[in-house]
């Protein structure tokens, strides 16, 4: 995990205080899940670029059409 630094207005930072604390948790996790939730979007398409990229530089590492629907019928996610 990686270490970031935000400022917070006193009020936010309050807030978000007592919530963690009612919650049992800490303000980091509630900002982490907080941004994952405003940014799934665009975080998905961030992977997908990755993805995208990732095959570009290799298409054999992708699986075939067949091997993609076999995956389906037993349930298994790609």
């Known amino acids: 995990m990686k270490k970031t630094l935000v400022y917070l207005p006193p009020e936010l930072h309050e807030g978000l205080r007592q919530i963690a604390f009612r919650r049992r948790t800490t303000i980091s996790e509630l900002v982490r899940k907080a941004l994952e939730k405003a940014y799934v979007d665009e975080?998905?398409?961030?992977?997908?670029?990755?993805?995208?990229?990732?095959?570009?530089?290799?298409?054999?590492?992708?699986?075939?059409?067949?091997?993609?629907?076999?995956?389906?019928?037993?349930?298994?996610?790609?």
């Open 43 to 78: 975080l998905d398409a961030v992977e997908m670029e990755k993805e995208l990229e990732e095959y570009a530089r290799d298409p054999s590492s992708a699986m075939s059409w067949e091997e993609f629907k076999a995956s389906l019928k037993r349930g298994v996610r790609a």
